[in-house]
């Protein structure tokens, strides 16, 4: 499940200002909260504009910025973060959710926030009742060139 991604202009902005203009505060707690989600669709990957799934019982997965939630490589000239581990959304209800998942993303909370890189999987996965959407250990993955 590779993703082709993309970050944000928010991140883009939160970077170049921590760089050139020395301001920490534009990131509070770097890496200390990162949550990945599924969505539906993407009408704007580089603003972030995005439908996020609503079958029940999904909800962001935290995947924590340290060795245990990422392995980072520079390997070819390329700068990558994985997942360290298997990242799982299970669906359940009385019915079939039946939401097509095509996106996978990386955001700064929980629920609403700021999302960070956008990627569309490999092939969609539709969501049926008590199907597990997992991200592979590996599978994830964000990309600087």
Known sequence: ???????????????????FDNDSGSFSTPGASLYVG????????????????????????QVNGATSGWTISTAGGTCTASN???????ASGSSPTNQTITHAFVADAATSGNILFVGALDASKTIGNLDIFRINTGNLSIELK
Do not use: C, H, W
């Open 38 to 61: 599924l969505a539906t669709a993407v009408s704007d990957a580089e603003a972030g504009t995005l439908t996020e799934a609503t079958y029940q019982n999904y909800t962001r997965q």
């Open 1 to 19: 499940m590779a993703t082709a991604n993309a970050a944000t202009n928010y991140l883009e902005e939160k970077i170049l200002k921590f760089i």
């Open 84 to 90: 360290a581990a298997n990242i799982e959304y299970p």
